[in-house]
């Protein structure tokens, strides 16, 4: 069956990148849940944008704000934009998460909470992958943190694609929907590497995702696209 990761969340019913949209997408049991994330000026914060005002009352770049300023805004319907602490407290075991590193500096912070949740059991390695358009962060990442999964994302489907995505040790490459074909998936699978396509909300997409063959969707609406897979 293919694997149903919840983009942001449940993110088509519920604020993007908040504890509401995780604990509704673990409540429908998904296979993992994507979160962006990024630096704000003392910590990191769980939030797409660069600029606060199009997810928050807030305004500015999110990485000249501090946490505690972050703490006072709306992330919609009340909800408040996550520290990655509270991500991994929310998720725990649970599922899957796969985090995709923004706008997002000073990765040894980042490398230090996550060895400090796993030494306190309350996240795994093995749920863990961490995704991002920057290569070279990934390249960085794994060189710290060997046993990661990598997520290597493409925008399109460069020239090599899947070389580079060896040349990080990717476990998975993440594609525009839009982009993908079967051969790219074959030529990626015999390669050993997992397929994820985003965003796929319409059936149509799902039908066709499944066809190529891919491992895995990201969606925004994790509860009806799981309902439509048990259908077909
Ligand atoms: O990780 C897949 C997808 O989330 C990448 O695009 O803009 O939704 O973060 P975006
Ligand atoms: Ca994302």
């Known amino acids: 069956m293919i694997q149903v990761l919840a983009h942001r969340g449940a993110s088509g019913s519920y604020?993007?990148?908040?504890?509401?949209?995780?604990?509704?997408?673990?409540?429908?049991?998904?296979?993992?849940?994507?979160?962006d994330v990024q630096s704000c000026a003392d910590d990191y914060a769980i939030i797409h944008d660069t600029w606060l005002d199009r997810t928050t009352n807030g305004v500015g770049r999110v990485n000249e704000q501090s946490q505690a300023y972050l703490a006072t805004l709306d992330a919609g319907k009340g909800q408040k934009i996550p520290t990655l602490q509270q991500v991994f407290t929310t998720i725990g075991t649970r599922t899957d998460?796969?985090?995709?590193?923004?706008h997002t500096f000073g990765l040894d912070k980042f490398v230090s909470y996550i060895e400090a949740h796993i030494q306190?059991?309350?996240?795994?390695?093995?749920?863990?992958?961490?995704?991002?358009?920057?290569?070279?962060?990934?390249?960085?990442?794994?060189?710290?943190?060997?046993?990661?999964?990598?997520?290597?994302?493409?925008?399109?489907?460069?020239?090599?694609?899947a070389q580079f995505a060896g040349s990080l040790h990717a476990y998975s490459i993440h594609m525009d929907k839009n982009f993908i074909n079967?051969?790219?998936?074959?030529?990626?699978?015999?390669?050993?590497?997992?397929?994820?396509?985003?965003?796929?909300?319409?059936?149509q997409d799902i039908d066709m995702m499944i066809d190529y063959g891919v491992d895995g969707i990201f969606t925004n609406y994790p509860c009806q696209t799981k309902m439509y897979l048990q259908r077909i």
Not at 97 to 102: R, S
């Open 97 to 102: 998460i796969n985090l995709e590193l923004k």
């Open 120 to 161: 306190q059991g309350i996240i795994n390695r093995e749920q863990l992958l961490i995704s991002s358009f920057d290569h070279h962060q990934l390249l960085w990442l794994k060189q710290k943190l060997p046993w990661v999964r990598i997520g290597a994302l493409t925008a399109s489907i460069p020239i090599h694609y």
């Open 15 to 35: 604020p993007e990148n908040t504890l509401a949209a995780i604990e509704a997408a673990l409540d429908i049991g998904v296979d993992g849940i994507e979160l």
């Open 182 to 203: 079967h051969e790219y998936v074959l030529d990626a699978k015999s390669r050993g590497l997992k397929v994820f396509a985003y965003t796929v909300d319409k059936q």
